[in-house]
């Protein structure tokens, strides 16, 4: 189910349609409200859950400007995200979180997220990236550009950039900095890189072409966001743009996903694919495939930060 408000129109509001000298009424625009808020709610289904988000929100004097509800069928768990305004000199931040942690208490929930982009920190994370530049560039003009709410602390990549490459350049225009921790087979500098990595709320994988081991996501115990050159599950573990071309596919994709201890197995958060035919070649397969990749990468940040991916049963998720 979703539910969309809308703001009045602001043409002239019209009755009478079959009257020649009709008159016209402009409705005045609601007074604005402050901020913008977001919840994200999941817990066993019951009675009456939509009803206390509504109120608890309309209470405040905040005003729903779009629910999404997804009660799976026979499985008795309810998923929402609501989209809200607010005056926050009428609703606190921190009131506001008593309020939605009292809702989560009655309904036993088992996640219950409140966010408010404009006055809440921006998520902190860490980019790793190995040879291939086209994903990190992406992700740092979009974070430059501002498409990105995110604050990059650092780029990690098991990769040498000399000083004059582009990435080093924008890294230290930028105050980022950039840690080149070469891997062997016997050493993945895991250590290293969890230290690099504390202070941060995710992980986004740009192309990092080392798999994490199971002791280092258990050490790190937050999401990590990888993107997989292929549209999963086909084409799992290396060169998947070469073996789709093998193949002969006609649709070739790019996968978001989240890591797990089974490789290219974890949750998908976003899929994108694009139309190929006996005329491409593999350079360009491998063209078309890294452009879905940057966009696949980047919408599923976005979805992240916004609160739009929840899990769903063991490997799926929900994305509002």
Not at 115 to 133: E, G, M, N, T
Request: hydrophobic letters at 40%; a neutral charge; aromatic letters at 8%.
């Amino acid at each position: 189910m979703s539910v969309v408000r809308k703001a009045c129109s602001m043409f002239p509001q019209v009755v009478g349609f079959s009257k020649r000298n009709m008159s016209f009424k402009t409705l005045d625009p609601p007074t604005p409200l402050a901020a913008h808020g977001i919840h994200v709610f999941y817990c066993p289904d019951a009675v009456g859950i939509v009803a206390k988000l509504s109120d608890c929100i309309a209470s405040r004097g905040g005003n729903i400007l779009t629910a999404d509800v997804f009660v799976p069928e026979n499985k008795k768990v309810f998923y929402s995200r609501s989209d809200f305004v607010f005056d926050p000199a009428q609703w606190p931040r921190e009131q506001m979180e008593e309020d939605f942690l009292k809702i989560s208490q009655t309904f036993n929930a088992i996640r219950s997220v409140v966010r408010v982009p404009a006055l809440d920190p921006k998520y902190k994370i860490a980019v790793l990236a190995s040879k291939q530049d086209h994903c990190l560039v992406d992700l740092l003009h979009g974070w430059q550009d501002g498409r990105l709410p995110v604050d990059i602390t650092c780029v990690i990549s098991n990769h040498h950039r000399a000083s004059n490459t582009h990435v080093i350049r924008f890294l230290e225009r930028h105050g980022i900095p950039y840690h080149c921790l070469s891997t062997t087979k016997e050493d993945k500098r895991e250590g290293e890189i969890l230290e690099l990595v504390q202070n941060t709320d995710f992980l986004v994988l740009a192309r990092y072409m080392q798999v994490l081991s199971r002791n280092f996501l258990r050490s790190y115990g937050n999401d990590i966001i990888n993107i997989h050159h292929g549209l999963l599950p086909s084409f799992k573990g290396g060169h998947p743009s070469k073996q789709a071309f093998e193949v002969g596919v006609k649709l070739i994709g790019a996968t978001s996903h989240f890591v797990t201890e089974e490789l290219d197995e974890g949750p998908i958060i976003e899929q994108m694919v694009e139309r190929v035919s006996h005329r491409d070649n593999l350079q360009s397969f491998v063209q078309k495939s890294e452009n879905l990749e940057k966009q696949c990468l980047r919408s599923a940040i976005r979805s992240y930060c916004e609160l739009r991916v929840l899990p769903y049963e063991e490997k799926k998720t929900v994305v509002f």
